[in-house]
Every structure is written in structure tokens, then in C-alpha cells.
């Protein structure tokens, strides 16, 4: 075996680069923003959403922005919140968390399929699954269903990139649509 072939295939199968997390139902508007991961030695555990309420007769976005909260992996107590592009809308809900045994290891999102003429939201929650099998489900609204669970991290989540819609002017926003969370 050539040393090329070891280096170009054997090594990259043997150790596979740091993949990401994504589900299939994610919105169809809107750009990615940048990927923003927790610090070195810091890994996501908790997160925050920010929901815009029921509008009435207004036009409803639902879901806006994802903080997640990292922690050290060997002090309970160091944190650091970390955010990707957010929508202007809404109020951030308070966060939940793994507690002191777990990390964030997949997710699933409750997307509201498009509307035709009618108020787009997109996506309106999320659900988290932690390292030691605890669910737990965002603060959003339930316009829409429940996607399929994203494939799992096993040693958790340590990055966050969304997909945003920018705010549309008379026309009919949607805000946040889609996530993907990178692997430590
Ligand atoms: C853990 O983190 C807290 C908050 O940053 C800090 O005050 C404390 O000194 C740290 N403990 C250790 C053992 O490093």
C-alpha cells in the first residue's frame, strides 16, 4: 500500500473529520448564518429560545433565535452562551438545561409547512435530547408538527449555525427556519 493511500484514505476513515447534526424538515426561506462554536474544552448543555408571541390579525414569525449554553467539561460552573444569526423578533425564554450529568446530543424541529397565501412561520420549536436520555422541549409555539430526530453526537453539541429569513418589509416574515449544530 502506497503512503498516499494510507495518508488520503486510510487515516481520514480511521479518524472522520467533525460532522454536524441537521433534520430534513427545516424551512425553506431565509440564509445561513456563520457557524459559532462554545470555547475549547466547553460543550453546549442548555439553550434558550427566543418566540415571538401569537400576533392576532399581525404577521406571525414564531421561533427567532437559538442561544445555546456551554459549560466547561471539568467546571459546572464556567459558561458561555454562544449564538449563530437571530431574527428580530420575539423574547428570549428562560433556559433549560441537561444539569450537571449531560450534554445536548441530537434535536428535532416543529416546522410549520408553507402556507400559500396565508402567515408563514416556519419553524416554531425545538425538542433536545441530552447525552443521558433526558428530553427537553423549547418554550416555542405549535403551529406545525414534529420532525424526525437528527442523528446523535455522541460526545455532544459544540457549535450552532441558523438559517434566518431577514425581515421582509410589508411582506410576510418567517424569521427562523432551519439549524444545524455542530459536533465536539
Ligand atoms: C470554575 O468556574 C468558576 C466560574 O468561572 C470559577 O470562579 C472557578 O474558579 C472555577 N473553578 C475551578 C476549580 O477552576
Same mark, same amino acid.
Given at each position: 500500500?502506497?503512503?498516499?493511500?494510507?495518508?488520503?484514505?486510510?487515516?481520514?476513515? /480511521?479518524?472522520?473529520?467533525?460532522?454536524?447534526?441537521?433534520?430534513?424538515?427545516?424551512?425553506?426561506?431565509?440564509?445561513?448564518?456563520?457557524?459559532?462554536?462554545?470555547? @475549547?474544552?466547553?460543550?453546549?448543555?442548555?439553550?434558550?429560545?427566543?418566540?415571538?408571541?401569537? #400576533?392576532?390579525?399581525? *404577521?406571525?414569525?414564531?421561533?427567532?433565535?437559538?442561544?445555546?449554553?456551554?459549560?466547561?467539561?471539568?467546571?459546572?460552573? /464556567?459558561?458561555?452562551?454562544?449564538?449563530?444569526?437571530?431574527?428580530?423578533?420575539?423574547?428570549?425564554?428562560?433556559?433549560?438545561?441537561?444539569?450537571?450529568?449531560?450534554?445536548l446530543r441530537s434535536f428535532?424541529?416543529?416546522?410549520?409547512?408553507? #402556507?400559500?397565501?396565508?402567515? *408563514?412561520?416556519? /419553524?416554531?420549536?425545538?425538542?433536545?435530547?441530552?447525552? *443521558?436520555?433526558?428530553?427537553?422541549?423549547? /418554550?416555542?409555539?405549535?403551529?406545525? @408538527?414534529?420532525?424526525?430526530?437528527? @442523528?446523535?453526537?455522541?460526545?455532544?453539541?459544540?457549535?450552532?449555525?441558523?438559517?434566518?429569513?431577514?425581515? #421582509?418589509?410589508?411582506? *410576510?416574515?418567517?424569521?427562523?427556519?432551519?439549524?444545524?449544530?455542530?459536533?465536539?
Amino acid at each position: 500500500m502506497s503512503l498516499l493511500f494510507v495518508l488520503l484514505v486510510i487515516v481520514p476513515l /480511521a479518524f472522520p473529520p467533525v460532522g454536524s447534526i441537521s433534520v430534513s424538515n427545516g424551512g425553506r426561506w431565509g440564509s445561513w448564518g456563520r457557524m459559532v462554536s462554545c470555547p @475549547s474544552g466547553y460543550r453546549a448543555f442548555g439553550f434558550s429560545l427566543k418566540v415571538e408571541g401569537r #400576533q392576532g390579525g399581525g *404577521d406571525d414569525t414564531a421561533l427567532n433565535g437559538i442561544r445555546l449554553l456551554c459549560r466547561h467539561v471539568n467546571n459546572y460552573s /464556567a459558561r458561555r452562551i454562544i449564538a449563530s444569526s437571530e431574527g428580530r423578533w420575539g423574547r428570549w425564554t428562560s433556559y433549560r438545561t441537561c444539569g450537571c450529568a449531560g450534554y445536548l446530543r441530537s434535536f428535532r424541529l416543529r416546522v410549520e409547512r408553507p #402556507q400559500g397565501w396565508g402567515d *408563514d412561520t416556519a /419553524a416554531n420549536n425545538i425538542m433536545f435530547r441530552c447525552t *443521558d436520555g433526558r428530553l427537553l422541549t423549547g /418554550a416555542g409555539l405549535t403551529w406545525g @408538527s414534529w420532525g424526525g430526530w437528527s @442523528s446523535s453526537c455522541t460526545r455532544g453539541i459544540c457549535g450552532i449555525r441558523t438559517k434566518i429569513e431577514r425581515p #421582509q418589509g410589508w411582506g *410576510d416574515d418567517t424569521a427562523l427556519n432551519n439549524v444545524i449544530f455542530r459536533c465536539c
